[in-house]
């Protein structure tokens, strides 16, 4: 029997919520998994430092882009200060499922670049 965290997850790989871009996005970065070639592209509108909108472009394996497309749905309205603040154990959770350490990164890459693209805004602000 399936789990349905996992159903889950391939739904979100399959059907990927917030995938595409932005026009005119606040932010815009794009990063690499060299380990296993994922590829993502991240674009986001801030209202007073606040997620407005997301949306990801997202090449890769089932958990990183499953990653991406569940992350985008719960940081929409988030403080950016928050979303600095999320870990490893943020993305665990909300995969529900255990991740081996080889797939670890391929999880971790949206909001790793997420995060990477928030403070580049926020050092262009100062």
Known sequence: MIDIYQEELFDHYKSPRNSGSLSNPTIKINDTNPLCGDEISVTV???EDTIKDIKFDSRGCAVSVASASKISEELKGKKIKDVLKLDEKFVLDLLGIPI???????????????????????????
Do not use: D, W
């Open 45 to 47: 509108k801030l209202k």
């Open 100 to 126: 081996s350490p080889m797939r670890l990164k391929c999880a971790l890459l949206s909001l790793r670049t997420l995060q990477k693209g928030i403070s580049r805004y926020k050092n262009n602000e100062k």
